[in-house]
């Protein structure tokens, strides 16, 4: 009881408002910014796109499509950052593959024949970190082409049940993509199945997209504005979430996993601003010496790569404002007990 009631005051305040040996020391984390922005500018293909993490075929020429705008997205941070013009101009590459390729721009067969949600949202950032307004207008333009497919969430949700696909984060990156193309009738159905929380196809703990599920859900529906709407169901997914993090092995030892809970616990701010910190440095003691990151697989993903300089930038500045999502005030609390010092950090409890 204590334990929600500890949560819940810190969301109603929020609502209300490498190898170990390079990266040693204090924060760790902007050199891990750069580091990691160069090696994913490296493995930028001379097409601008990226390798996948599975094969995907469009008839008989493998491409990966699919990761495009998820990766890039990274490079935006990284920019936001640095200022250096390579992570720029190297995003700006990845959005001109994007239109020319993809969705309603595709050309012939080797190209994946839509663009995904996170190449909607990408466009719309790269709007407004260039303000060049074309990119906004070419990302609603492929919004309203994804909808011709999907024109409801509701459709979307039963094609993820029909295929036994139990990926929430998914929803959730489409719920932002609505949100930024002003579709507010399908952003207010997507927020409504993420914050389902009696959903065991999403939010069943034998799922193996769990921790990406509560990551992504806390993130969409507090970033897109339905944190005061569905409170008690951001107050659940948040103490599921704590559940999930240690600061000694992030979550599940797998770099995507707690990039996300980073990028989530970023984005409600307050307590949780020092709940990623502690998470974010984890990360950045996971670089390996190229400047990526692997995962325990043995495999080494460039959307993973962009995915955790978006939670490594969103620690040490302001730059979770790129995903107009405004941090709560910081508070002086903690949602995990402090423990003696250079040991991890341990879960809140009702003692």
């Known amino acids: 009881m204590k334990k929600r009631l500890f949560i819940a005051l810190v969301v109603m305040a929020v609502l209300t408002a490498t190898t170990s040996v390079v990266w040693a020391g204090g924060n760790a984390r902007r050199p891990a910014i750069e580091a990691g922005a160069d090696r994913v500018v490296e493995l930028q293909r001379t097409d601008l796109g990226w390798e996948g993490t599975w094969y995907w075929y469009v008839g008989s020429t493998y491409n990966a499509t699919n990761l ?198 970023s984005t409600v701010g307050g307590a949780g601003r020092q709940y990623a910190n502690d998470l974010g440095r984890w990360l950045a003691r996971q670089q390996d010496t190229s400047g990526g990151w692997t995962e325990p697989d043995g495999y080494e993903y460039p959307e993973a790569e962009g995915e955790a300089l978006r939670a490594l930038a969103s620690t040490i500045g302001t730059n979770v404002t790129l995903d107009g999502f405004q941090p709560g005030a910081t508070m002086n609390s903690s949602w995990r007990r402090a423990a003696a010092p250079g040991q991890a950090a341990v879960p809140f409890n009702s003692e």
């Open 68 to 265: 495009t705008g998820v990766t890039a997205l990274g490079l935006l941070e990284a920019y936001r950052d640095t200022k250096d013009p390579a992570y720029l101009n190297a995003a700006i590459g990845a959005a001109g593959f994007i239109q020319a390729h993809l969705g309603t721009g595709a050309t012939g067969t080797k190209y994946h024949v839509r663009t995904t949600a996170p190449d909607v949202v990408f466009l719309h950032r790269l709007s407004q970190v260039t303000g060049d307004s074309s990119y906004a207008t070419r990302a609603t333009l492929e919004w309203q082409n994804l909808t011709t497919f999907w024109p409801t969430a509701d459709d979307l949700d039963d094609l993820f049940h029909t295929l036994g696909r139990r990926s929430a984060w998914d929803i959730a990156f489409f719920l932002e993509a609505a949100y930024l193309s002003s579709d507010t009738a399908w952003a207010d159905q997507a927020a409504a199945i993420l914050a389902n929380t009696d959903d065991t196809f999403y939010y069943g703990t034998d799922t193996w997209w769990y921790a990406l599920n509560v990551s992504g859900a806390i993130r969409a529906l507090v970033g897109c504005g339905y944190g005061g709407t569905y409170y008690e169901s951001v107050v659940y997914l948040l103490g599921e979430l704590i559940g999930l993090a240690d600061d000694e092995n992030g979550v599940g030892g797998y770099v995507q996993d707690t990039a996300y809970a980073v990028m989530a616990f």
